[in-house]
């Protein structure tokens, strides 16, 4: 038997976007164990609820992270507003669900580059986010922030996305349609990307649902459970399927991922196409009391806002799971026994989203 | 299976032109909606303070004493209440993106000479009509005292007048 050794991976490393820091236990090159440990971008933004007037932490809910931000306004939002009984009107969730696929897409679009940069492929990396840019001009010319919207508000929106706008995010959505083939294609057929993502990090489905898994993860794995079919915002009026994988490795994962980004411009043409007019803000009268659990699919997974309001301007307790959290523990079952070179790559399969996991 | 799959757009990333645009040269057109930094038009400005009140980093000072309105614009994070909320619309967003600097520094901007103006004869005016009014209540008040002693004394003796007969 060789003797082990321990490698630190992380809190800085080239493939990680944020912060996580992996102790592996490696046996020449395979890795026995990997104890993970968080806690660098901890900001506490929870214990905010208290200080905040519950309207101005919507900004602080959008702004757990860039990426699903406007993820965790919503849930933030639908909390609050189940708490009060505020029925959003229609056009507002119509508005609610294009934004948030649009969000999706920039999600998975950036998960792709990163992706490709995680197994050497520059080209691919530079290519999806360029793609990736389109998405955000258009979220950028619809609520005046790249990454951060702050559009959402409780009640429904504060500014209204005019239908014009809308239709002319359509030859825009065909054009990234187009040039994502392209990419797509590459990742899902090109056997140098293949030798890279096939076989790698295999949990059955049977797996995963123990470890508690969410989002494309889980569904990279056969799994079919997606929570926009509970049917919140307009989901409900719109058709969609449910993408999964029964290869339920890195390749099925990212299966998964570039095809909802295709589900997701099938969510935004049929969105614009049905929106009804009206207007996108109830008006918000008294103080939230009740609590509230709110269940939404984030582009990472599924998210679970809980909202605890006591009859004044400040909430009580609120409390995030976020996606990250969930996954995890399959990170650290995935890189049981794997080769050290195959690190980058599980450590990337579950989109890891650090700033969300710690708040 | 092939390897070669991605050449031709490797191909045609080569030979066309780079999707960033040149930078200094170039400047970027932001969309209309573009939030970059909040601009005060102090020709308008009352010094409500709504804005204060409703920033939600506290990066607005209203200073109702000095007439200044400053803004902290590294603690600013572009949320558009203040402007939403502004009753005289003298708040606007800009598109440009706020200036990068060494210091956490303090804008401040003082009110402009004719909207003092205007604001000190709006007090002025304010003060007048709040003091009419107030004489005119303690007129109403005091004969409405009077005209209740009248009644007072008028009762008296009709009470007493009325009173054997119960």
Known sequence: MSSRSVIPFGPQHPVLPEPIHLDLVLEDEKVVEAVPSIGFVHRGLESLVTKKDFKEMVYVAERICGICSFGHGFGYCDAVEHIMDIQVTERANYLRTILFELSRMHSHILWLGLMADAFGFENLFMDTWRIREKVLDMLEAATGGRVIFSILDVGGLRKDIPDDMLKGFLPVLKDIEKELAVDIRTFLNDGAVKSRLCGVGVLSAEEVENLGCCGPFLRGSGVKRDSRKLGYAAYDDIDFDIVTSTDCDTYGRTYVRANEILQSIRIIRQAVEKIPAGEVMVPVKGFPNGEHMTRLEQPRGEACYYVKANGTKFLERMRVRTPTFANIPALTQTLQGCELADVPILVVAIDPCISCTER | ?166
């Open chain 2, 1 to 166: 299976m092939s390897t070669v799959n991605y050449v031709g757009q490797a191909l045609k990333n080569l030979f066309s032109k780079p999707a960033t645009c040149k930078y200094p040269f170039e400047p970027r057109e932001f969309p209309e909606r573009t939030r970059g930094h909040v601009e005060n038009d102090m020709d308008k400005c009352v010094l409500c303070g709504l804005c204060q009140m409703r920033c939600p980093t506290g990066a607005i000072t209203v200073d109702k004493k000095e007439q200044t309105w400053a803004i902290r614009p590294f603690s600013c994070i572009q949320c558009r209440s203040c402007v939403d909320n502004c009753p005289k619309k003298c708040l606007s967003m800009d598109r440009q993106y706020q200036e990068p600097g060494e210091r956490k520094i303090e804008k401040k901007f003082d009110l402009s000479d004719s909207q003092k103006e205007a604001l000190a004869a709006q007090a002025k005016a304010a003060a007048e009509k709040a003091a009419a009014a107030k004489a005119a209540m303690e007129a109403k008040k005091k004969a409405e005292e009077e005209a209740a002693a009248k009644a007072a004394e008028a009762g008296d003796t009709a009470g007493a007048a009325e009173a054997p007969k119960e």
